[in-house]
Structure formats: structure tokens, C-alpha cells
């Protein structure tokens, strides 16, 4: 479900911007660009529209924006070429 909120108008994504996650996020999407059909879905459905489609050379590709993903995994349960994967931060990975 995207939530859209209508200013004058305008209808934009109801996204916080104005609030970079820092490093509090536990996972992170990583898109396959192989697997990526640029169908906008993720784009679509992300809670912070922190996901955009951007051309890569001769094609176009989902694209995350870290600052403000919160890791929540919409894109990821709703990507359907199985392109999203979730992964641990780095900062939450427990070595062997």
C-alpha cells in the first residue's frame, strides 16, 4: 500500500527525507541489475520512496538509496523477478 498525502494539489509519496537512517538499520536491500526488470514495482511500493529506477548504460535498474532506507523489506517481498535480496549490515554479522 503506498500512502500518499496531497499538498496543493501535488500528490507525493509520504517519505521522511528529512530523516537519514544513519546506521540504526539492522539489513539492507541489494538489487541483482541481472535479475532487475525495472518494472517500478519496489519503486512503487517503498514506504520512504528511498528506491528509484535509473538508466545503467543501455538499460534500467532499481537503484536504493541508503540514507533513507530503513531496511523494512517491502521491495524486497514484493520484487517479482526476485531481484531484491535483504543483507545483514556488516556492523550485525557474527564471524565464525
Known amino acids: ?12 509519496p509520504l517519505l521522511s527525507k528529512n530523516m537519514k537512517t544513519g546506521d540504526w538499520g539492522t539489513e539492507y536491500p541489494v538489487v541483482d541489475e541481472e535479475k532487475c526488470t525495472a518494472c517500478k514495482t519496489c519503486e512503487h511500493l517503498c514506504p520512504d520512496a528511498c528506491i528509484v529506477i535509473v538508466e545503467k548504460g543501455d538499460t534500467k535498474v532499481a537503484v536504493p538509496d541508503y540514507d533513507y532506507c530503513k531496511g523494512c523489506g517491502v521491495c524486497f517481498s514484493v520484487c517479482p523477478a526476485d531481484a531484491i535480496k535483504m543483507e545483514l549490515k556488516e556492523i550485525y554479522k557474527v564471524e565464525d
Open 1 to 12: 500500500m503506498v500512502v500518499r498525502v496531497t499538498l496543493g494539489g501535488v500528490s507525493k
